[in-house]
């Protein structure tokens, strides 16, 4: 360490990552379960247990410009995270329904003060963008990150991740066995 003292904010974004971590590693049962289910869900395109259909789509909007579909491929839509996220809502983020429905609410008010549309998701993109970057550090816009990434990336057999769409956006080879050389260290010099 060069003598300087952590900030508070290096503090905070420290611990928060840690109890993150933490969080995840003690739930992380819960959350293969989640994923496995919103699998089945979202393949059979079955009804919402936990979201409307309204803030379903704010939400699922919200995750498309969190990782968007681009010329690098499919997005957070393709990969079926709002399904993901519905069956969150009734395993390890329970209780947490409301929260995300007063978020999604909240930038529809945002949505209807600047643009004339009451629903998020009834924007384009350069607008939904707008709107999010003013609530970049909001719990809300915090948790639906988690959540859009948790389930992008997650294994595909146990939810999210559609068509291993996270996988392949990340160039990640997902093979049952790899045979030498693992790393650097056995590569010829």
Not at 127 to 143: H, K, M, V, Y
């Amino acid at each position: 360490m060069n003598g300087d003292p952590v900030s508070r904010r290096g503090f905070l974004k420290l611990t928060g990552s840690t109890l993150g971590a933490g969080w995840l590693s003690a739930h992380w049962p819960a959350v293969l379960a989640l994923g496995q289910a919103a699998c089945s869900a979202r393949d059979a395109a079955t009804p919402f247990r936990n979201l409307d259909a309204l803030t379903a789509a704010d939400l699922e909007a919200v995750a498309a410009q969190i990782i968007p579909t681009d010329e690098t491929g499919p997005g957070a839509r393709e990969a079926g995270v709002i399904y993901f996220i519905d069956g969150a809502l009734e395993t390890v983020m329970k209780g947490a329904g409301g929260f995300l429905a007063d978020g999604a609410a909240r930038l529809g008010d945002i949505a209807r003060d600047r643009y004339g549309k009451a629903r998020f998701s009834e924007h384009d993109d350069d607008a939904q963008l707008t709107i999010l970057r003013d609530e970049e550090q909001t719990g809300f816009f915090g948790a639906m990150k988690f959540l859009t990434v948790t389930g992008m990336f997650a294994m595909p057999s146990h939810g999210g991740n559609h068509g291993k769409i996270g996988w392949t956006l990340l160039g990640f080879d997902s093979r049952h066995g790899w045979l030498p050389p693992f790393g650097h260290y056995d590569a010829d010099a």
